[in-house]
């Protein structure tokens, strides 16, 4: 058989195995695995390197709205480039909803946004933020066949927030149609209460943002999600979870019985409240939500990959600019902390974090990185076996990672729309050197290769996690 490409002696990694063996590669897909393949248009040395499937992040913000006077700082052209850079072949972003908004409206400006400008393969979640009865009971269900079959809520963020009612009236839906949904768990009337109560106080600099969303916030909200659920009886995805508390309500609703799944993020490995502490305002730079926490949370986020309480880790990439003022530093920013845009990039360094803090330093297995950084995306959000494996069959996504590479992380390597990364200056062992999404090379050495644009919209079928209920099946 002649191949397009062969890519030679390297160590294939997938979520269970690891082996060395050749990979061919025709038509965009992987179409053997054996040792000793030849003939081909391309052959890629990969002596010495770990193959991977393509990082696939399942929590990228691209192109949001963000407030008035607020301006996002990657498109779908700079935020897809940085998800290669950092070796992702997919990434799946959020169609955001406006209120009054149909939903096929939305993806249609978001289709829009994106056409023609993807670096990487690319898909959506819808984001409700106005449940109607016309939103739920007519459009969900025809956009789920459609291949948009997964949603998120937000209980906090005046406007976003739903209450508990339209909340199970959302998962309700979900179960019906076989969506899966993701919940963004903080409390919004604990934190307004926090607010006001800073305010009377003057407590006003970026470093508040931490204090008026503690942990318990989170725990109660995450608590009360995966109690409407259970309720509701339909799986939901606990996303950007940042301490202890929250990840064992996660444990006991899976020991309950419940089909869950959870996701941790790198500034929960990596920051902590204290980074928005720093000089001036400095701290705008780390505000996001939930906020970083403290090192024991660090640990027990840890612990959470380690024991795969966490199936998910994403980025979260929300990248606002810092010296701006469309971005962390506008005029009502610097005087009050919740004008500051709260999100932070990181779809570039999602992968070497992992790889470099887990891998190397013996947390969790190279299988485990996979799994957490890819499969286990594309299991959830029904991409797999197409996507997050490197399989017969499979797309040819693949990410060449040379783990002895050292890095020293700066903003200019990361290629995203954002003037800084949240972790400038560190030092990391494992980086990705070449990146193929559908056999092609997109990302070699760090920089850009390919020709015009190469990803394309993915429709994906319901999440591994969902049971499909029948349409007339009640609570
Ligand atoms: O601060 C964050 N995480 N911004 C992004 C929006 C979200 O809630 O995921
Ligand atoms: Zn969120
Ligand atoms: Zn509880
Ligand atoms: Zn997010």
């Known amino acids: 058989m002649r191949f397009d490409t062969i890519i030679r002696n390297g160590t294939v990694a997938t979520a269970s195995d690891t082996f060395v063996c050749d990979i061919g590669i025709r038509d965009g897909r992987i179409v053997a695995l054996a040792s000793g393949l030849e003939d081909a248009t391309d052959i890629i040395d990969a002596a010495g390197l770990f ?21 996002m700082a990657d498109d779908f052209d700079t935020g897809t480039r940085s998800a290669a850079i950092g070796g992702n072949s997919t990434v799946l972003a959020f169609c955001m909803q406006e209120k009054g908004q149909t939903l096929r409206e939305a993806l249609k400006a978001y289709h829009r946004k994106a056409e023609d400008r993807c670096h990487v393969d690319v898909a959506f979640h819808l984001v409700i933020t106005d449940p109607t009865p ?3 009971g007519q459009e969900l269900p025809a956009l789920v066949e459609d291949g948009y079959t997964s949603l998120k809520v937000f209980m906090t963020y005046e406007g976003l927030r739903l209450r508990d009612d339209e909340i199970l009236a959302t998962l ?3 179960r019906r149609t076989g969506a899966l949904v993701m919940v963004h768990c903080e409390n919004e009337d604990a934190i307004r209460y926090l607010i006001g109560r800073h305010e009377e106080e003057g407590k006003l600099a970026p470093r508040y943002h931490a204090t008026t969303r503690p942990i318990p916030a989170e725990r109660e909200a995450t ?4 109690s409407l659920a259970e309720i509701v009886d339909v799986p939901i995805v606990i996303v950007h979870v940042s301490n202890r508390e929250a990840m064992e309500e996660i444990r006991r609703a899976r020991q309950r019985g419940q089909k869950i799944a959870g996701e941790t993020c790198p500034q929960y490995l990596m920051l902590t409240a204290d980074d928005l502490d720093r000089d001036a305002l400095e701290g705008a730079k780390y505000v996001c939500s939930p906020p970083p926490r403290d090192k024991a949370s660090q640990q027990a986020c840890w612990e959470g990959l380690e024991q795969d309480v966490f199936d998910l880790f994403s980025s979260d990439h929300c990248p606002f600019r810092y010296d701006d003022a469309e971005g962390k530093l506008n005029e009502k920013g610097k005087r009050h902390f919740r004008w500051i845009p709260n999100g932070i990039p990181g779809v570039a360094t999602r992968l070497p974090i992992l790889f470099s803090e887990g891998v190397m330093k013996g947390r969790i297995t190279l299988n485990q990185f996979v799994a957490q950084t890819s499969t286990n995306h594309a299991k959830l959000y029904g991409l797999y076996p197409r996507k997050g494996t490197i399989a017969v069959g499979a797309d040819a996504d693949i990410t060449l990672w040379d783990p002895d590479k050292r890095v020293r992380i700066t903003n200019d390597l990361l290629a995203h729309g954002a003037d800084y990364t949240p972790y400038e200056g560190l030092e990391v062992r494992g ?9 092609r090379t997109v990302m070699a050495s760090g920089a850009m290769v ?3 644009t190469t990803g394309i919209y993915l429709p994906r079928d319901r999440s591994g996690l969902v049971r499909q209920q029948k349409p007339d099946a009640s609570v």
């Open 51 to 71: 193959v991977l499937p393509g990082g696939i992040d399942s929590h990228v913000h691209l192109a949001q709205p963000s407030g008035e006077g607020i301006v």
């Open 134 to 136: 016309d939103v739920l």
């Open 172 to 174: 309700d839906a979900a």
């Open 223 to 226: 608590h009360r999600a995966l």
């Open 431 to 439: 980086w990705p050197v070449r990146l193929l999404v559908r056999g």
């Open 450 to 452: 390919a020709e015009g």
